[in-house]
């Protein structure tokens, strides 16, 4: 291994963490980045597989679990079931299971670009949509909602256009934060800021002259995230940008260790600070226009989740991007269960479960002792 300077990039970093770690209570077990990870990750991917078959199970009208069970090995391998099970195993297999997988997906795709926001911008307060990205793909959602545009795509119209409207607030947000200092934090997240409020102001206008009456509250439906739309043709798309990311975050772990600790600081190590953020950027706004495409804007999982994995494992990226992902699969598996049982046959928007979730454990957090936001 080389120990000379190397370049930032999306690729393996080898500069050593040196981010400080949460205390832990005493009698907790040590530091969390001195506690076994193998045995806290398949710990948390037995919960995710069985979140998973009992989110699908569960529901408005419940299929018992060994049916379930039965009716996607039948699917997976070709079985067949009989005729008057045809119902069940359309809920099991057609409606609940690409829902609730996509759940897993988003969920761990926005804890994971969470993590890589909070480095990127340096900012415990930022998450996958504080550069203004979900107000772009809210533009998007509302040109289709409002006008019917882009209708010849027919069901993906809205997918299509939220995930156009996130790239366009991407390269705008990219282009203003850029000076002759390069891509700073603070440029970034003031940008990224100014243009959500300028892109919440289109999507208002929009809404008031539209000639449909229900715009409004399809609109505000869809700001709140939800995976009502989820279908087998959605989920790979979600799926394979993810784990894309996920592979090339967590090779650049150590360089996120680094940039964390500032631009100074990574300059001395070796790091092109401007270089690898303008390469996290890209990344983590196609992630997130991607996840906002196909489930809306679902806030507080990319703030919290990331907040709450450092308390189990440390502040040490290659362990924060391994944990949180499966994390926040759970969590919004199980978030996404409580929206279609709580009000049924109506269904809550995940963003309203999430906040209301969220607020309080961010607020907990800040009155823990012994934890700041990744530091002591």
């Known amino acids: 291994m080389s120990s000379g300077p190397h370049r930032a990039g999306l690729v393996a970093g080898e500069a050593p963490t040196l981010r400080p770690v949460p205390a832990t209570a005493p009698g907790a077990g040590g530091a969390p980045a001195d506690r076994p990870l193998l045995p806290m990750v398949l710990a948390l991917a037995l919960v995710l597989v069985a979140s998973v078959l009992l989110g699908i199970a569960l529901g ?15 699917a997976l391998t070709g079985g067949s079931i009989r005729a008057d ?26 804890s994971m670009v969470g993590t890589a926001t909070q480095a990127m911008v340096r900012n415990a307060l930022a998450d996958p949509y504080v550069l203004g990205i979900s107000s772009g793909a809210s533009v998007g959602a509302c040109l289709v909602a409002v006008f019917g545009m882009f209708a010849a795509l027919g069901v993906y119209a809205l997918s299509v256009a939220a995930f156009g409207g996130a790239l366009a607030a991407a390269t705008l947000v990219f282009v203003a934060a850029r000076s002759a200092a390069g891509l700073t934090p603070l440029r970034l997240v003031l940008t990224g800021i100014a243009m959500a409020y300028a892109f919440q102001a289109v999507t208002s206008l929009l809404v008031f002259l539209s000639p449909r009456g229900d715009a409004a509250r399809t609109i505000l439906y869809w700001t709140l995230g939800g995976l009502g ?6 989920l790979p798309v979600a799926t394979g940008v993810t784990a894309v990311a996920f592979v090339l975050l967590w090779r650049s772990s150590r360089s996120l260790d680094v940039l964390s600790m500032g631009d100074e600081t ?14 996290l950027f890209v990344l983590t706004a196609a992630v997130t226009g991607v996840l906002v495409a196909v489930s809306g804007v679902i806030g507080f ?5 990331p907040h709450l994995v450092r308390m189990l494992v440390g502040s040490g990226h290659r ?10 699969g759970v969590f919004l598996v199980w978030v996404d269960l409580l929206c279609r049982v709580i009000v049924a046959p109506l269904e809550l928007p995940i963003g309203v479960v999430t906040a209301l979730v969220g607020v309080p454990v961010f607020i907990t957090l800040m009155r823990r002792r012994g934890y700041l936001f990744g530091g002591r």
Not at 85 to 110: C, M
Not at 229 to 234: D, L, P, Q, Y
Not at 270 to 278: L, N, W, Y
């Open 301 to 305: 999982v990319g703030l919290i989740m």
């Open 266 to 279: 990574s300059a001395s190590l070796g790091v092109d600070s401007t270089a690898f953020r303008r390469r």
């Open 60 to 74: 408005p009208t419940s299929v018992p679990l060994p049916d379930t069970v039965r009716y996607l090995g039948a």
């Open 229 to 234: 739309t989820a279908n087998w043709t959605s």
């Open 319 to 328: 362990r924060v991007l391994v944990v949180a992902p499966l994390v926040g």
């Open 85 to 110: 099970e045809v119902t069940a195993y359309s809920i099991v297999w057609d409606v609940r299971a690409p829902r609730v997988l996509l759940a897993v997906v988003v969920g761990g795709g926005l």
